[in-house]
Nanobody
Framework: QVQLVESGGGLVQAGGSLRLSCAAS????????MGWYRQALGKQRELVGT???????NYADSVKGRFTISRDNAKNTVYLLLNSLKPEDTAIYYC?????????WGQGTQVTVSS
């Protein structure tokens, strides 16, 4: 059973930064594609970005150039660095990973950006 735990969310002013973490219960990120998603109140969950096992990344146009995904294999942790935050980035942020045909999600961490 894979467990994902996000952390690092909080309240920040527009223009500020946060670093989110997604810690896995095993060394699964080095073998699978993972994703960061977000869901704002009243909206559908949307993809923020992905990272493959070989560290290749892709980002949604809305966050490209502002958000960065990185990974520490030794800690089984993936990070999402959020820079130049905007009020419209306010959402619950989730990580997920597809492992052995099953999709796992974390519980989410709230990011609130004040104007």
């Amino acid at each position: 059973q894979v467990q994902l735990v996000e952390s690092g969310g909080g309240l920040v002013q527009a223009g500020g930064s946060l670093r989110l973490s997604c810690a896995a219960s095993g060394s699964i990120f080095s073998r699978n594609v993972m994703g960061w998603y977000r869901q704002a109140l009243g909206k559908q969950r949307e993809l923020v970005g992905t990272m493959t096992s070989s560290f290749s990344t892709n980002y949604a146009d809305s966050v490209k150039g502002r958000f960065t995904i990185s990974r520490d294999n030794a800690k089984n942790t993936v990070y999402l660095l959020l820079n130049s935050l905007k009020p419209e980035d306010t959402a619950i942020y989730y990580c997920n990973v597809m492992h052995m045909g099953q999709l796992y999600w974390g519980q989410g961490t709230q990011v609130t950006v004040s104007s």
